[in-house]
T-cell receptor, first 116, second 117 residues
Framework: AQSVTQLGSHVSVSEGALVLLRCNYSSSVPPYLFWYVQYPNQGLQLLLKYTSAATLVKGINGFEAEFKKSETSFHLTKPSAHMSDAAEYFCAVSGAYSGGYQKVTFGIGTKLQVIP | GAVVSQHPSWVICKSGTSVKIECRSLDFQATTMFWYRQFPKQSLMLMATSNEGSKATYEQGVEKDKFLINHASLTLSTLTVTSAHPEDSSFYIC?????????????FGPGTRLLVL
């Protein structure tokens, strides 16, 4: 079994401030973890993924996330928010096989608002 | 790269008609594609797994006769919403699975917004 909890359905930050979006996971097997971003009326774009290599993962657009096994967390950060970062962010976990493939489980999403 | 397209991006139809949505992996082959449904302000809900050359696997509670899935080739899966009703109005998103180095990553299409009148 696997699940994802995203703390905070809405997060507001000022432009230039630190972005921190929280994600905790549970998994019965070593997990693969993902962060996706969704802009209005669009599909999901992969920001970054953790696949059991380096625990600090760097992604696109200046985002990074750190895998902390002891805390079962995979929080997403960006040092300085930009207006274009306003979007919805989904954390996802996979790893457990079901029916021959790794099913991905998504969190409920966190909507990031950037205030000028 | 890993690009997935969907067509159409928007569709409006009358109640009772059928609507076909295409999902294509443009620069890689995908033996497995996934269809999701997203309600407003909610996360993605997996509807079914589309397997090339075999029947789709549906999640619990998803009517297979209503949501017909055909994975005709390694780059194309289609979702047909049959006899659509207003409650089928939603944002449908597909993804294609890319397997590399022991890791699976899903790449998503841009989504299709369906409005049934």
């Amino acid at each position: 079994a696997q699940s994802v909890t995203q703390l905070g359905s809405h997060v507001s930050v000022s432009e230039g401030a630190l972005v921190l979006l929280r994600c905790n996971y549970s998994s019965s097997v070593p997990p693969y973890l993902f962060w996706y971003v969704q802009y209005p009326n669009q599909g999901l774009q992969l920001l970054l993924k953790y696949t059991s290599a380096a625990t600090l993962v760097k992604g696109i657009n200046g985002f990074e996330a750190e895998f902390k096994k002891s805390e079962t967390s995979f929080h997403l950060t960006k040092p300085s928010a930009h207006m274009s970062d306003a979007a919805e962010y989904f954390c996802a976990v996979s790893g457990a096989y079901s029916g021959g493939y790794q099913k991905v489980t998504f969190g409920i999403g966190t909507k990031l608002q950037v205030i000028p | 790269g890993a690009v997935v397209s969907q067509h159409p991006s928007w569709v409006i139809c009358k109640s009772g008609t059928s609507v076909k949505i295409e999902c294509r992996s443009l620069d890689f082959q995908a033996t497995t594609m996934f269809w999701y449904r997203q309600f407003p302000k909610q996360s993605l809900m997996l509807m079914a797994t589309s397997n090339e050359g075999s029947k789709a696997t549906y999640e619990q509670g998803v009517e297979k006769d209503k949501f017909l899935i055909n994975h005709a080739s390694l780059t194309l899966s289609t979702l047909t919403v049959t006899s659509a009703h207003p409650e089928d109005s939603s944002f449908y998103i597909c993804s294609a699975r890319k397997y590399r180095g022991g890791t699976e990553t899903q790449y998503f299409g841009p989504g299709t917004r369906l409005l049934v009148l």
